[in-house]
């Protein structure tokens, strides 16, 4: 079956601080690979994705490239602020048609907390 | 801007009762998911719906069913709570051509 492994939390930081989030998959097909953060008592939002293999997605100074080789997705900031605290979530869905319907496997969650 | 709405952002039950969790998007997706989530578990899908009264099993689909009646509302109905469905509950929504998934904001549920 599909699952997503993050490393686990949380993670306490720094302001200014490199961060590195580790992701791992394992998939049947070809899937695409999304990073999904959650602020504090809200839903989750995409933060970027990537669909193929050496895509990088990127936004808000994340980034993430998709790593075919390793199966890997690892989020990445070069300096992190307060206000990226949050719950950062690896997830994959399939890109074959048929009956997946774009579920989403996510990993468990990686709690952030950036200090000033 | 995508909106999914979720009405109720706290709920308290007793073991039980029945429960009626309302979702609601703006953008005619036809795909519809209903997760839950747990520390340590991530978000793991309850059912999803693909059409308007089609729905499918999702990975922990036991204890729980749903109905869409209508494109825009997907709802999640626990016919009985039981205490180990204390739980955040997150609906999403998505376009079939597209890959990303819309969450609404959960809906935080306490069964005593």
């Known amino acids: 079956g599909n699952s997503v492994t993050q490393m686990e939390g949380p993670v306490t930081l720094s302001e200014e601080a490199f961060l590195t989030i580790n992701c791992t998959y394992t998939a049947t097909g070809y899937p695409s690979l999304f990073w999904y953060v959650q602020y504090p008592g809200e839903g989750l939002q995409l933060l970027l994705k990537a669909t193929k293999a050496d895509d990088k997605g990127s936004n808000k100074g994340f980034e993430a490239t998709y790593r075919k080789e390793t199966t890997s997705f690892h989020l990445e900031k070069g300096s992190v602020q307060v206000s990226d605290s949050a719950v950062y979530f690896c997830a994959l869905t399939l890109n074959a048609g048929g009956t997946s319907y774009g579920k989403l496997t996510f990993g468990q969650g990686t709690i952030l907390t950036v200090h000033p | 801007d995508v909106k999914v709405t979720q009405s109720l952002r706290y709920l308290v039950k007793r073991t039980g009762e029945k429960v009626f969790l309302e979702c609601v998007q703006d953008?005619?997706?036809?795909?519809m998911f209903w997760y839950r989530q747990d520390p340590g578990l991530g978000l793991r899908l309850i059912y999803f719906?693909?059409?308007?009264?089609?729905?499918e099993k999702g990975d922990i689909p036991e204890g729980y069913s749903v109905s869409r009646e209508k494109k825009e509302r997907f709802s999640l109905i626990l016919e009985s709570a039981s205490t180990n469905q204390t739980s955040m509950y997150l609906c999403a929504s998505k376009d079939s051509r597209a890959g990303t998934q819309y969450f609404g904001p959960g809906t935080r549920l306490l069964v005593l």
């Open positions: 953008m005619d997706h036809e795909n």
């Open positions: 719906s693909y059409d308007v009264k089609m729905k």
